[in-house]
């Protein structure tokens, strides 16, 4: 069993940065892809980055491309969202996420069947 908890959510103003963390703890299984989602009011839930932690690699979706990084700590069991240049678009909740690879790939936003209870990002 997977456990995701997200911390490092708050209110922020345009153009000003937060920092994400998700703590993952399991007793013998550790996820190959890690990813950030995001729901706003009203909208549907999108990906906004994820990390392949066999392969090191990192993809972002087109809306914060050169704005967020997703990034891995081993040590501490954690996966991280630096989120730079706020955009009051940016408001929403945020989730971290993992599931397995298929065939050691993390393409896509689909199959991540480990969430976290979110944490929220508002930018006014």
């Known amino acids: 069993h997977v456990q995701l908890v997200e911390s490092g959510g708050g209110s922020v103003q345009a153009g000003g940065s937060l920092r994400l963390s998700c703590v993952e703890s399991?007793?013998?299984?550790?996820?190959?892809?890690m990813g950030w989602f995001r729901q706003a009011p009203g909208k549907e839930r999108e990906g906004v980055a994820r990390f392949n932690t066999r392969a090191g690699t990192a993809y972002y979706a087109d809306s914060v491309k050169g704005r967020f990084t997703i990034s891995l700590d081993n040590a501490n069991s954690a996966v991280y969202l630096r989120m730079n240049s706020l955009k009051p678009e940016d408001t929403a909740m945020y989730y971290c996420a993992a599931r397995a690879s298929y065939g050691g790939s993390c393409s896509g936003w689909w199959g991540y069947n480990y969430w976290g209870q979110g944490t929220q990002v508002t930018v006014s």
């Open positions: 399991a007793s013998t299984y550790s996820p190959a892809c």
